[in-house]
């Protein structure tokens, strides 16, 4: 059974141009990596919990900030590279996120040195483009921008086939 993530895609439309809130995570490892390194804020939940519940919990997490409440469009589950399957959902919503602050999770660091540090899951936050989430996105990510476009351009952003 693969493990499953639930996340939300938080878009707005600015000029005429969407764009996407992504974070960057924190600890050691991303440290120096940007590009290709961001994800929609997102986490793991079990079978038989709603992921659309699962996908507020983390987003709330992730960011310190309940996510707007707007339509949401489900987009289909998208299988991540490590067989992970993320369920995503994206909503339109402006959110401010000058004060955005993570949850924080614990690791021995630097590895075997028997130190254990606190990072932050996100590290920052940011609004991007489709154009620039796309390079910054992780790889198995990105087809959620595509599926997002999708229904934009069907005419799902006022709710008429979302839930």
């Known amino acids: 059974m693969p493990k499953l993530s639930a996340g939300l895609l938080l878009y707005r ?8 809130l992504i974070g960057h995570p924190g600890g ?8 290709g390194a ?40 998208v299988r991540q590279p490590s067989g992970k399957v993320i369920t995503a959902f994206a909503v339109r919503g402006d959110l401010d996120i000058t004060d955005a602050v993570s949850n924080t999770f614990e690791m ?32 198995g990510q990105r087809p959620l921008l595509d ?3 999708a229904a934009l351009e069907a005419g799902e952003p006022d709710g008429s086939r979302s839930r």
């Open 108 to 139: 021995e660091w630097p590895k075997g040195s028997g130190r254990i540090r606190e990072f932050p899951e996100i590290d920052r936050v940011g609004w991007f483009s489709v154009e620039q989430a796309r390079s910054k996105l992780l790889k």
């Open 38 to 77: 961001w994800s929609i804020p997102k986490g793991e939940y079990t079978e038989g919990e709603d992921p659309w519940v699962a996908a507020q919990r983390e987003f709330e997490e992730e960011l310190g900030k309940p996510p707007p409440q707007g339509p949401r469009i489900e987009l289909a589950p």
């Open 28 to 35: 050691p490892f991303w440290a120096r990596k940007d590009d």
């Open 147 to 149: 599926q997002l476009l």
């Open 13 to 20: 439309v600015v000029d005429g141009d969407v764009e996407v």
